[in-house]
């Protein structure tokens, strides 16, 4: 298993535990069964992007919001400049 499919896992579970955070979906070429967060490098940096369901009782926005600065937080550990992409494909 690669550094990146870890960290993705990693990332996935990070999402999901965000209140408001429904379900993740496959970002960006990601496939069901693997890890739902995309981790993705190139030259020296490199990009994260989650796809989410937010529950319809908690603001978009500030779900939004919210996983981006858990994403963030994370990868600020990591050596690599990450950019993170978070969006909402689904509001339940």
Do not use: N, W
């Not at 529950?55 to 978009?60: A, S």
Request: aromatic content about 2%; some cysteine.
């Amino acid at each position: 298993m690669s550094a990146d499919a870890d960290l993705a896992r990693e990332l996935t579970a990070l999402v999901l535990a965000v209140p408001g955070v429904q379900e993740v979906y496959p970002a960006g070429g990601a496939l069901r069964g693997e890890a739902l967060v995309r981790v993705a490098r190139s030259g020296e940096g490199a990009t994260v992007v989650a796809d989410v369901c937010v529950l319809d009782d908690h603001p978009v926005p500030d779900t939004l919001r919210q996983v981006s600065h858990v994403l963030s937080a994370r990868l600020a550990a990591e050596p690599a400049r990450f950019d993170v992409t978070v969006k909402a494909s689904r509001i339940q």
